[in-house]
């Protein structure tokens, strides 16, 4: 389904926390190596019969070759590099402290809201959007809308990579029916402790980082830049391709609640094949019911998980290769930011547009889902 233009709304701010720490490709490899080194000494045994598989070794350079990326910025490296523990170490928090996940959220939204030049009075709906919430509730965003001393209503929404889409998309709606003035849209994607880094072909996948935005009527928008919304488009696809199937029932199974199944694993392949030709042709035909053709669209801020896979995207979609400008990369040095990585790529990519030009901002991911938004500078 496509919203029209009626009435006019914008982007108005726009904002990302990134960690201050971060780990190369190099530096998780060495960990990696170490630990399945480690693992083929201590089941020698059982790996000679056929019993268990033996681990393989990585490198740096099939890391970026097979992704396109380099590094990325994590919550805490304190745990992760460990070929004892292969995980990261939170610090437990009591319930009267602020938790970690809404703690990067109220970062990414001040610098939003300054962007946007709003105050909490200005706000009146927080949406919190992201791949894992750290709990069930209370909602994060409720937690974040206490912090920043917003009223109004807050909520959180599940959407795995597609997540900051369909969260703008829930923005929209609120915005185009009335039942919001201001919408702070955030995704804090704490994702690092969802990873198997003991699983060659997954373990560099992910990084950590929190992005927002700000979602108004055009009336209202007082920032020097603003992005007119010319339409949402969302879409989904039942796959089992990409799965992470830790939640409540984990308790009740009598499963190993932290087996790898319960983490992040996908068939990658099978999604790069499938995948990218969906959103493909999930972005033509949006631009298309706006009477837009692709090649009109000045910038394409795509979902940030593998370079090929936005190769292969845009080849389909243009029939040429991905211009570096055009479509803006960040995935070498934030990785697969789960639902961030369109929302990084905007923010820091979309100054230099010229009044009237088009963008796309379009994430794909599990379910499999693909959502979109199309824009216009102001």
């Known amino acids: 389904m496509t919203n029209t233009r009626s009435p006019r709304i914008v982007i108005s701010g726009s904002g990302v926390w990134t960690p201050p ?8 490899v060495e960990s990696y190596n ?27 350079r099939f890391i970026e070759k097979a992704s396109g990326i380099k590094s990325r910025y994590v919550y805490t490296r ?9 995980r990261p170490k939170f610090a437990e928090r009591s319930e009267n402290e602020i938790s ?4 990067i959220a109220v970062h990414a939204a001040r610098l939003a809201m300054a962007a946007a030049g709003k105050t909490a009075a200005d706000i009146d709906a927080v949406i919190v959007s992201c791949a894992y919430t750290q709990r069930s509730y209370p909602a994060i965003a409720i937690e974040v809308q206490n912090v920043l001393g917003i009223n109004g209503f807050g909520f959180d929404m599940l959407m795995a990579c597609s997540a900051a889409t369909f969260g703008l998309h829930r923005a929209y709606d609120s915005l185009a029916s009335g039942s919001a003035a201001c919408v702070l849209a955030i995704n804090p994607e704490l994702v690092t402790p969802q990873v198997n880094y003991c699983d ?13 935005i700000i979602m108004e009527r055009i009336e209202t928008a007082a920032a020097e830049n ?3 919304i010319l339409g949402t488009k969302a879409q989904t696809q039942f796959s089992s391709n990409i799965r992470s199937n830790f939640g409540h029932l984990s308790r009740a199974t009598d499963e190993d609640p932290y087996g790898w199944d319960k983490l992040f694993h996908q068939a990658g392949r099978k999604v790069f094949e499938e995948v990218s030709p969906i959103a493909a042709d999930h972005i033509r035909d949006h631009l298309a019911s706006l009477g837009i053709r692709p090649e009109e669209v000045k910038r394409f801020w795509l979902h940030q998980a593998n370079l090929n896979m936005n190769k292969m995207v845009i080849k389909h979609l243009l029939g040429e290769e991905l211009d570096a400008e055009r479509i803006p990369t960040v995935l ?3 990785a697969n930011t789960a639902s961030a990585g369109s929302v990084i790529a905007f ?6 547009l010229k009044r009237g030009d088009i963008g796309v901002i379009c994430s794909f991911g599990a379910g499999y889902s693909v959502g979109s938004l199309v824009v216009r500078k102001g």
């Open 347 to 352: 923010h820091l990519c979309s100054d230099n």
């Open 200 to 212: 060659r072909d997954s373990h560099f996948i992910f990084g950590d980082v929190s992005a927002a």
């Open 226 to 228: 603003t992005f007119e």
């Open 332 to 334: 070498d040095t934030y």
């Open 21 to 28: 720490e971060s780990i190369t490709n190099e530096e998780l």
């Open 34 to 60: 170490a630990y399945a080194a480690k693992f083929n000494v201590e089941h020698a045994q059982v790996i000679a019969s056929g019993e268990v598989e033996q681990m393989p070794m990585s490198s740096a």
């Open 100 to 103: 970690h996940q809404a703690e």
């Open 78 to 86: 304190n745990g992760i590099l460990d070929i004892n523990r292969m």
